[in-house]
């Protein structure tokens, strides 16, 4: 009888856990939000000297100098842990105080949850555990277009060196060498303007730049919604 009991118990237990939401990551989600939102930028708080007294590693080359200036500096205001929604970091972004780089987020954008529920649970420094970045990949890695309809949505691929493989494309910075051939939207649809060839980086964490390469033999779509798109969320 006990033996059973126990087996139940541990059988709930796992229940449990699996059914419990993953934990936010510095290193794996906070870090790239920053990065996709221009935060850490040579433009922005990326620059050597930083911006209005704010300083970000550029592109996050830094993390752990970073998560001592979120959580630290200035007596620890733009970080909140008690109140996720009276953090500095938030209010800025989302515009609801004066902020130099513009609102960058809206409060029901993805990204605006991602930053606001690391908060909520205590801004954990991840440094130490989280598995690091063996490589990047997306998908596909080339693309011929003879119809603009067939334009692929880009996903990228992170392998970490624990043997993990996460999609990252929500997370993933998108950038395209000729804009005049083709343009892609912050979730990685790809639209075709012309007939050409350009590259679409994608950027996740300080690792790597990976290129899909799109040569179109296809004219611009009548319905290229994406085209008038910032890149940016």
Not at 77 to 95: E, F, H, V, W, Y
Not at 140 to 147: A, D, I, Q
Request: glycine share 8%.
């Amino acid at each position: 009888m006990f033996r059973a009991l126990s087996v139940l118990a541990t059988l709930w237990a796992a229940t449990v856990r699996a059914e419990e939401p993953a934990r936010v990551s510095f290193q794996h989600d906070v870090v790239p939000v920053l990065t996709k939102m221009g935060c850490n930028s040579g433009a922005c708080h990326g620059t050597p000297s930083g911006k209005n007294g704010f300083r970000l590693s550029l592109r996050g080359y830094d993390p752990e100098r970073d998560i001592q200036t979120l959580t630290r500096d200035v007596q620890g205001r733009r970080i909140n842990r008690a109140q996720p929604d009276a953090s500095l970091i938030l209010l800025k972004a989302t515009g609801q105080v004066p902020h130099e780089g513009g609102r960058r987020l809206t409060p029901i954008h993805p990204l605006f949850a991602l930053l606001r529920q690391w908060i909520g649970e205590g801004a954990v420094d991840d440094m130490g555990t989280a598995s690091k970045l063996a490589r990047l990949e997306v998908r596909p890695e080339r693309v011929l277009l003879r119809e603009a309809a067939a334009a692929p949505h880009l996903r990228v691929l992170a392998h970490y060196q624990d043997g993990t493989i996460r999609d990252v494309t929500h997370l993933a910075r998108f950038s395209v060498n000729d804009e005049a051939v083709a343009q892609v939207s912050a979730e990685g649809q790809v639209e075709v303007r012309r007939k050409g060839e350009a590259a679409v980086a994608a950027e996740y964490l300080a690792g790597p730049i990976r290129r899909s390469t799109i040569t179109s033999t296809a004219t611009r779509s009548p319905n290229c919604a994406y085209c008038t798109l910032s890149r940016h969320p």
